[in-house]
């Protein structure tokens, strides 16, 4: 079974930065795509950025220009990078890695909570 953990979530003031960890352990896999969602109060879980196993990223229009993921391939990690966050950043934000072990798989951490003050 395929497991992965968030860390680094907090709170921040508004243009301030934040950095998340996510860390994928295991049997073993191959993680093909690794990436962040976020869910806000009373709203659904939304895409922020992901990553393919060949280095191809996709980020929410939203965080363009503001977030950054990369991955450490060798120890299964995906890292966020968070820049001139704002009040609507706010959220829980939940790792998600989608590979290959016996079969596919798609897992996801518990969540950071990621909270923007004014």
């Known amino acids: 079974q395929v497991q992965v953990a968030e860390s680094g979530g907090g709170l921040v003031q508004a243009g301030g930065s934040l950095r998340l960890s996510c860390a994928a352990s295991?049997?073993?896999?191959?993680?093909?795509?690794m990436g962040w969602y976020r869910q806000a109060p009373g709203k659904q879980r939304d895409l922020v950025a992901t990553m393919t196993r060949g280095g191809i990223s996709n980020y929410d229009d939203s965080v363009k220009g503001r977030f950054t993921i990369s991955r450490d391939y060798f120890n299964n990690m995906v890292y966020l990078q968070m820049n001139s966050l704002k009040i609507e950043d706010t959220a829980v934000y939940y790792c998600?890695?989608?590979?290959?072990?016996?079969?596919?798989?798609?897992?996801w951490g518990q969540g950071t909570q990621v909270t923007v003050s004014s």
């Open positions: 295991g049997s073993i896999f191959v993680a093909d795509v």
């Open positions: 998600n890695l989608r590979g290959r072990a016996n079969g596919d798989f798609d897992s």
